[in-house]
């Protein structure tokens, strides 16, 4: 246990300062200073190392928080880190990118603020790497089977790591021409640096997993070609099927899915020449959804210069505090202002966009929206709050459906679901003997905590079909949900 009176002497939770908005919005670093490891340590000493540890339960990947809480209080990184690595392939990446369910789910939390996981975890990260103690695990021995990991996001990378480590040859496709999938072309650099990324894929090819970039599997390869050159395949591609909004006026110049205008941000900032690129540059900007890829665009939006952001959400505005429909230790839909949110525009709630008026040129100008109001669960547009807001760049961030059922899914032959999702069985294997499926793909848009967690036990089924038996981790299987209500 750590400090056993620290969460009576430290009651306050400590994060670290965001970098003022007029300066952060000028660059594309991340927005958090650094904080002081005395300071991290106090908040880790809040831990109470509860008998049945809840925070268990927030996260899918099972990590051992109370033990590594106790250790970073007591500046042990190496073992920390160990601790860590049990678990999560890379605690650097959720560190910064999940929304921490392990938080709300903290037992401290029911009368206090939680303890700061998530900042402990994202601090031994970053320790680990700088003291030198994450170094290439490379296996063993080698096994004589070959696995193809098709799609290189977050389940991709720890389904391949988890295999090249049991001894297998794995080959990572990337249709892109760099590795990372959303980690690099869909999360902005000022949420993370993709020298964070590059560092971790630097380890994994030490270990010996190949990289195979620019290759798009089902054109380049096909499904057929794919299946007879490896002993197994893992599909890792997540769910690439945007949410549309089909109202008069959507097919006007300007309207754009946020993952068009996302990547095409991401290599600009990298100093990459991309043409053609969607800019929001003294444009009155709306973005149509209200979650993590909404924020993006936000922050993204700024940025660029944009004139006005408008951020519109189809739900009523979340209250401060806990709804009773959503008790300890549920993750609650409450207000938060993420720090592209904090950055500037506005965020408009109960409202649905009726539709899109262009201008002489065939691009949009206005967009027209109402109130609603929840009747029986569902939005229903009040009469008479129409209104009309300006809108030369309109982005759509609306969520996803599931991956596209053409192509490499239809030469392979696997079967979907009813929510459009690879249907899979309780070892992550699909329809077709060989072939398994992780992330997105399967399970449908999620968290990144859930991606790392499926590709961790889509490799145990795979290591399990190769050889028999696996001693590789299986932290979840297929059905798991998030706690809810």
């Known amino acids: 246990m750590?400090?056993?009176?620290?969460?009576?002497?430290?009651?306050?939770?400590?994060?670290?300062?965001?970098?003022?908005?007029?300066?952060?919005?000028?660059?594309?670093?991340?927005?958090?200073?650094?904080q002081e490891l005395a300071t991290l340590q106090r908040q880790a000493s809040r831990c109470m190392d509860c008998g049945i540890p809840f925070c268990h339960?927030?996260?899918?990947?099972?990590?051992?928080?109370?033990?590594?809480?106790?250790?970073?209080?007591?500046?042990?990184?190496?073992?920390?880190?160990?601790?860590?690595?049990?678990?999560?392939?890379?605690?650097?990446?959720?560190?910064?990118?999940?929304?921490?369910?392990?938080?709300?789910?903290?037992?401290?939390?029911i009368n206090q603020p939680a303890v700061t996981i998530k900042q402990v975890e994202w601090t031994i990260g970053e320790e680990g790497f700088e003291r030198g103690l994450v170094e290439p695990q490379p296996p063993e021995r080698l096994s004589d089977k070959t696995v193809a990991v098709v799609g290189s996001g977050p389940a991709g990378l720890a389904a391949a790591q988890q295999l090249t480590r049991a001894g297998h040859t794995v080959a990572v496709f990337e249709r892109a021409d760099q590795p990372g999938g959303l980690l690099r072309y869909g999360i902005p650099e000022f949420k993370m640096e993709k020298s964070i990324l590059d560092r971790r894929l630097r380890q994994m090819k030490a270990e010996g997993t190949r990289f195979r970039n620019g290759v798009e599997i089902g054109v380049d390869i096909t499904g057929r070609q794919l299946r007879d050159r490896y002993d197994a395949v893992v599909l890792a591609i997540g769910a690439t099927v945007p949410r549309a909004l089909d109202i008069p006026g959507s097919r006007l110049s300007g309207i754009h899915q946020a993952m068009d205008y996302l990547p095409q941000s991401n290599r600009a900032s990298l100093g990459e020449q991309v043409t053609g690129q969607i800019l929001a540059t003294d444009k009155d900007v709306v973005v149509i959804g209200g979650g993590d890829t909404g924020s993006d665009c936000i922050g993204t939006a700024l940025r660029q210069g944009a004139r006005s952001v408008t951020s519109l959400e189809i739900l009523p505005m979340p209250g401060p505090e806990r709804p009773t429909s959503q008790p300890w230790p549920t993750y609650p839909m409450i207000f938060r202002v993420s720090s592209s949110q904090e950055e500037g525009g506005d965020r408009i709630y109960a409202v649905s966009t009726t539709e899109f008026v262009g201008d002489d040129d065939g691009r949009v100008a206005t967009l027209r929206l109402s109130d609603v109001e929840l009747v029986g669960g569902r939005p229903v547009v009040t009469e008479g709050t129409e209104r009309e807001i300006p809108a030369q760049l309109v982005l759509f961030a609306m969520g996803f459906l599931g991956p596209q059922p053409d192509g490499l899914l239809e030469q392979l032959g696997v079967a979907l679901d009813a929510r459009t999702n690879v249907e899979r069985d309780r070892s992550f294997m699909t329809s077709v003997p060989g072939v398994f499926v992780a992330g997105d793909a399967g399970r449908g848009q999620s968290l990144i905590v859930w991606a790392i967690a499926e590709g961790r036990a889509a490799a145990a089924g795979v290591d399990t079909w190769l050889t028999g038996s696996s001693g590789l981790p299986r932290p979840i299987a297929p059905t798991d949900r998030p706690l809810t209500v």
């Open 2 to 34: 750590a400090d056993i009176h620290g969460f009576l002497t430290h009651r306050e939770r400590e994060l670290p300062e965001r970098r003022p908005v007029p300066v952060r919005i000028k660059d594309w670093q991340e927005v958090y200073e650094e």
């Open 57 to 109: 339960n927030g996260c899918p990947l099972g990590n051992l928080i109370p033990e590594w809480n106790t250790l970073a209080w007591r500046g042990d990184w190496a073992g920390a880190i160990e601790r860590m690595h049990a678990t999560n392939n890379f605690p650097e990446f959720t560190g910064r990118l999940c929304p921490a369910p392990c938080e709300t789910a903290c037992v401290l939390g």
